[in-house]
């Protein structure tokens, strides 16, 4: 039997809307979850996107995926890679396995939500596809670390850390909480897919998957890679969305969708990414900087799927751009200075060779950044490892919950930007975290920062050694 | 007598850090109190000067001996820390 082509059947098999008539639209699709933006059902089937992509095809092409990663894995169990790694590339694993592997099952709801809610068939479609992605993600990158777990415990954070109170947990979940766990489905397009996806988690793999197979590690740069093709797919779900919304007269709410998630992921980036780029990765090994890769593989991108899009460029692009050459420093000098606070034990990255590296890709780092890891290697090289540790929490940001922080040294402009609201002093560690708090307050005002709750007494005893029990952390 | 807290922006120094102190406290041992989280850490210490404190923002120094119950500071609020040559 002759069978169709696919593009003779494709958009009408998708076609799934029709007219409810026991139950009203709004019963169907509930605005809250639904996010239709006031647009009747027939705006949302003008949704179209590029792939196209039908069941059968979509299940062959995963199974070879998982065919792929999974032998590259079984193939490479022997080889003691793990064992012989770098001290550098193992923290890059442990951070990030830690970091995103339950989230990808968190990814999975919200994929779900689109599937269910979103108005758009075309969008329910792709996401039940999208949600199957990252059912698939979460069970590799948890199936993939436990190997090593026997080896070393912290591997184990795979596991654990979404469950947990440690401080870049917190931030991680305030985040993902914001933009895909608590929002509608067409917010969820725009703010998981659009914003995170298409502008940071993407490009970022295609890195992470270079990396590895520089350093050698092959089973990760497979898995990274199967993972990639996933996200280059399904980051493409809320595109379309966004040109629904503005030819339907809706673009200023959208923007600020953009803005608003655009900036948390440079904040989740700057703590994650840009250590492991700048400080973690051996310097045999480094390609670009941060700062370099950003510039080119994000911005650029961004500065284009916004323009094509017919959106503008978030208000606060300056600030973006200024702080691509600092931020991510101090993200760095304060989770190793914190270092007994994260999951994974920091490379500190700054012997003479890597400081030459860094005062080359980032003039004036020796002045600024060096002049504080100065007094902290004379601590260390005079034995005065009381100093090297800290004894009291850092302010958090009440927006991002990383550390409130800026250039040190010459260079001095750390600040606060606070704001009292219903008579609770907030702070935030730039304009742009306090102005993503501002656009909606009551969303985000009940939230409790680690140190809100540690003044709150939820913290005992109020030490470091109390802190470490609240976060889960077990000594050794 | 109460337990206060307040933000530390050290001058020098790359991240604020919550310093508990007491609103008996006089600014120059609420200086004290943050430089033990800073210098000798990740700031050298200036013998040349002494240290300051300020509300983030303003130009004036509140008088050393002020005490923090009289400084009309907010729990939590920032404040600066900045070294002034003694000479």
Known sequence: MAVLNRMDWYDLARSTNWTPNYVTEDELFPPDLSGGFGLPQEAWENYDEPYKQTYPEYVKVQREKDAGAYSVKAALERSRIFENADPGWKSVMKAHYGAIARGEYAAASAEARMMRFSKAPGMRNMSTLGCMDEIRHGQMQLYFPHEHVSKDRQMDWAFKAYDTNEWAMIAARHFFDDIMMTRDAISVSIMLTFSFETGFTNMQFLGLAADAAEAGDHTFANLISSIQTDESRHAQIGGPALKVLIENGKKEEAQKRVDVALWGAWKLFSVLTGPIMDYYTPLEHRKQSFKEFMEEWIVAQFERALTDMGLDLPWYWDIFLEDLKDTHHGMHLGSYYWRPTVWWNPAAGITPEERDWLEEKYPGWNDTWGQCWDVFIDNVVDGKMELAYPETLPMVCNMCQLPILGVPGKKWNVKDYPLEYNGRLYHFGSEVDRWCFEQDPERYAGHLSIVDRFLAGMIQPMNLEGALKYMNIAPG | ?87
Do not use: Y
């Not at chain 2, 310093?19 to 120059?28: G, K, L, P, S």
């Open chain 2, 1 to 87: 007598m109460a337990l206060f807290p307040l933000g530390s922006n050290f001058e020098g120094d790359f991240v604020l850090q919550l310093i508990a102190i007491d609103t008996e406290n006089t600014m120059d041992e609420v200086a004290a109190a943050a430089a033990i989280h800073s210098v000798n850490r990740r700031v050298r210490p200036r013998p040349d000067c002494i240290m300051r404190v300020r509300k983030q923002g303003a130009t004036e120094f509140f008088p050393r001996d002020m005490k923090v119950a009289d400084s009309g500071l907010m729990p939590t609020e920032t404040i600066e820390i900045i070294w002034e040559k003694t000479t």
